[in-house]
């Protein structure tokens, strides 16, 4: 995930069963960002991705906070 607030890279593991709401909301609470106030999006795409999403469907790719 890359967050373009502060240009900072996390890495996830991408797991079966595990959502993209589960995988960063404790990355985002820590860092004083509300789960509901920013969007994932895949690499260069415009369009917000749901955060209820399995996580292993981006296995290899870079997602962006916004």
Do not use: Y
Request: glycine share 6%; hydrophobic share 40%.
């Amino acid at each position: 995930l890359e967050n373009h607030e502060d240009d900072v890279d996390w890495t996830f593991f991408a797991l079966k069963g595990v959502t993209l709401k589960e995988t960063i909301k404790g990355v985002l609470e820590r860092k004083g960002l509300n789960l509901e106030e920013v969007d994932l999006f895949l690499e260069s795409s415009n369009t917000p991705l749901p955060l209820e999403t399995d996580t292993s469907f981006f296995a290899g790719h870079k997602l962006n906070v916004r």
